[in-house]
């Protein structure tokens, strides 16, 4: 296995900082996610987990620290490359192509992800039609983009990013806007892409999902690491309490 | 026949081609253009007027590849129109002009004298191969950052062109390039009317061309990565889309067709020189821009519709003033002209082919709808 080249480590972030200007968004983080692994990414709104997705996926350069992807150094790859070697990501934001039908939103992922060097344009359709299939969107494959509730949207941007065939994908809060039933539905789906053999790094502000489906998770305030460890643990420490609830109710939960 | 009478029957026939409802009825469409192309300048009153509206045409479609499927809405066109006219007189037939008014009794054959398919290919490549030089540092802009960029190139490009000055011995020189002297073409053919049909058909072709070029792009990959980083440049680069290399090759591509579409006018005007009466017309940038609007901007057929459509306002404008027996009427014609245009851009922004939408046959609905939005 070529795991054992890289001592059961798929991505490896070291002392990753970005500062803008004088802004630092995130600062000396540093954590590893091993292959077939899913980690939860928390944190408070502001903490930085956008931006160290954007450095992961090469949409940001760090300032200092490095990050490494079966050791292969990151940092000064550009998106594209980042893409075909394996690593998807969903925005939090989502970013349809809004003129393209849903179907063809998808293709693209399949022409120029991971798996779309050896594919023709029609083989990546096909493949596009799976994926859809797979998330629940193939009903509305030709429905232009901006069609799709927001609900839509957040599965399109998983669909497409799972149509690139990645060893490793970002999700960045894929659930936000759904309501309970959608989120139990979405909880399925990420188990279901793990269990394809993707590694997964969920960034999540639902908790129920990030204990539900997360072996282990990091948690960031203020661009800072505070807490790593499993779901629970990491719930109970007190300093995560303060960071997401404030230092007066981290108070009152001590003293009962 | 009346050119009026063609061009209409262009309009029509290629919006019959565009729709995608009926497939005979395409292919039917389809074969009727190929017809109206063949005969129409057989059937003309007036063949010098119906090769501009190729030369256009395909200007439009190299801009559709830069600007309608990639987003990127380039305003210098002209600066590669300029560089294919050039090129096609310089390779094809350069000759030197006399260089003082004494002189002008024996002017100076010395041709580069290339075969004029050789020159044409230059006359894609030197465009194609400066767009390169021009786009990797452009095309880092974006929006309008971009469109004022390559506005500034197509300023820049006759200037540059009439300082290069002569190559080779300063006595003697092989050929010279410049604002002074300017080139002078060989005609293609002996007479004027073989001249033209020449043209015509060169034009036609390669404008056949382009548009099954544009489709055969917009069915590829090449295609869907340039569609992708029109809608959102960013996420196509995390889809593994490299934009740079795509959107620097829709940039070369286009400056190739627009270059040759320069070149067929400088075969048309015998003469090429860096002046705005010349061949460095800024309207001609505006032009292409207005013919893919009005047919519809990144399609595939927009660009053809467009052209015909285009070339049919001009042509009525062209004979207003006598129809009413008016010739004051001439002074209006770009004012009404700017006027149309930017009716058609706010009652259909996706141009006239949304006229014939992918689900139904022909329909209105969609123009009566924007009317009926923009006018609260």
Redesign the interface.
Known sequence: MSENANNGVMLKVQGATKRYGGVTAVSDISFEVGPGEILGLIGPNGAGKTTLVNMI???AKPTSGTIHYNNTLLNEV???K???MGI??T?QIV??????TVL?NV???A????G?AKR??NQ?FKKAEEVLEFVGLLPRKDDQADQLTIVGRKRLELA?ALA?EPQLILLDEVMAGLRGSEVDDAMQLIRDINKRGITVLLIEHVMKVIVGVCQRVVVLDYGRKIAEGQPIEVMNNPVVIEAYLGKRFAKSQKQE | MSNLVLIAAGIVLSLVASQRKNRTLGLAGLAGLGLLLIASPFVTENKATLIPIYIFGLAAIGWNIIGGFTGYAAFGQVAFYGLGAYAVVLFGSARRPPLSAASTASINDQTLGWPLPIAFIMAALIPALIALIIGLPVLRLKGHYFAIATLGVALAMPQVLSNIGCVGDERNPTFCVGLGTGLVMRPLAQDKEGNLIQLYFFGAILMVLAVAGLWFISRNKFGYGLFAIRENEEAAGVLGVNATLFKNAAFVLAAALTGVAGAIQAMVQNSVAPTEDSIFNNSTSLYVIVICLLGGTGTVWGPLIGTFIFAFIREVLEKLPSWFNNPGLLEWRDVIFGLIVVLMVLFLPKGVIQLVSNKGGFTWRIFTRNIRENSI
């Open positions: 996926t090469g949409l550009p998106p594209h980042i893409g075909a998807a990501r925005f970013r349809p192509f809004q003129n393209l063809e293709a693209v992922g022409m120029y992800g991971a779309g023709s344009a990546s497409k690139m």
